[in-house]
């Protein structure tokens, strides 16, 4: 997205630099190129604006792979237990009559609420104080919290 930005704002001022696709080194070519043109700036205030369309890029670059993180988490490997009744996902199994994490009635409860349960138990559920680490469990707290619907 940078790059193309780059470019097009490079062939308004009259430089032909064509980015490149590799990253890091396209990027950092981008940036060559949005600083300078012809060897020299501009302006100040062209060299503000484009120090402001980095920062922004840069940040949504990095929000970009955060929540990419999060959002396709697989389960933490302290879960394996959990799976035999709340399903390999966390969707619950309906012949078990467990709850889906994803739902809203789990997404609602605090992450003590939820730390609490699966360390003290809750109904046909065993407590798992014990047999996960603190943070195991919180782990898997978190891991639920990726399964908002």
């Known amino acids: 997205m940078f790059c193309g930005i780059v470019a097009a704002e490079n062939l308004r001022n009259g430089n032909r630099f064509q980015p490149g696709f590799a990253f890091p080194a396209g ?25 402001t369309m980095l920062r922004a890029s840069l940040i949504l670059t990095m929000l970009a792979l955060v929540c990419s993180t999060y959002m396709f988490a697989d389960p933490p490997a302290s879960y394996k237990g959990c799976a035999m009744c709340h399903g390999a ?7 078990m009559k467990t709850v889906d994490f994803g739902s809203a009635d789990v997404q609602k409860s605090s992450d003590a609420e939820l730390t609490d349960t699966i360390t003290k138990g809750k109904g046909k559920m065993p407590a798992y104080d014990g047999k996960l680490t603190k943070d195991q469990i919180s782990d898997i707290v978190k891991w639920i919290r990726t399964l908002k619907k």
């Open 89 to 95: 996902n966390g969707e619950g199994k309906a012949a």
């Open 27 to 51: 990027v950092v070519r981008c940036l060559v190129a949005a600083l300078t043109v012809k060897g020299a700036l501009r302006s100040h205030k062209e060299k503000e604006e484009m120090k």
